[in-house]
Nanobody
Framework: EVQLVESGGGLVQPGGSLRLSCAGSGFTFSNYAINWVRQAPGKGPEWVSGMSSGGAFATYADSVKGRFTISRDNTKNTLYLQMNSLKPEDTAAYYC?????????RGQGTQVTVFS
């Protein structure tokens, strides 16, 4: 069974930092690109960042470029998102997602709240 478990969210003041983790199991983690997506209350999902299967390529939404860094450790089946210089508009539930075959899997999410 494919599982993705996010962790690392919390409450932080503007300008602060958080590091999110996404642990995968039930599939060959190192074979798949994985993405971070977020969803703020009352809004649709927003793609944040993605990383290729081997970690050589990373892409970012313009809204987080220069502040967030995606990385992965395939020996630990874990994807990370280092978030610096956080802003109130970064407040959202953050999910990792992987497309395997024709099915999109995602975890339960971890909440990030940036408050003044």
């Amino acid at each position: 069974e494919v599982q993705l478990v996010e962790s690392g969210g919390g409450l932080v003041q503007p300008g602060g930092s958080l590091r999110l983790s996404c642990a995968g199991s039930g599939f060959t983690f190192s074979n798949y690109a994985i993405n971070w997506v977020r969803q703020a209350p009352g809004k649709g999902p927003e793609w944040v960042s993605g990383m290729s299967s081997g970690g050589a390529f990373a892409t970012y939404a313009d809204s987080v470029k220069g502040r967030f860094t995606i990385s992965r450790d395939n020996t630990k089946n874990t994807l990370y998102l280092q978030m610096n210089s956080l802003k109130p508009e970064d407040t959202a539930a953050y999910y990792c997602k992987v497309l395997i075959g024709s099915r999109d899997y995602r975890g339960q999410g971890t909440q990030v709240t940036v408050f003044s």
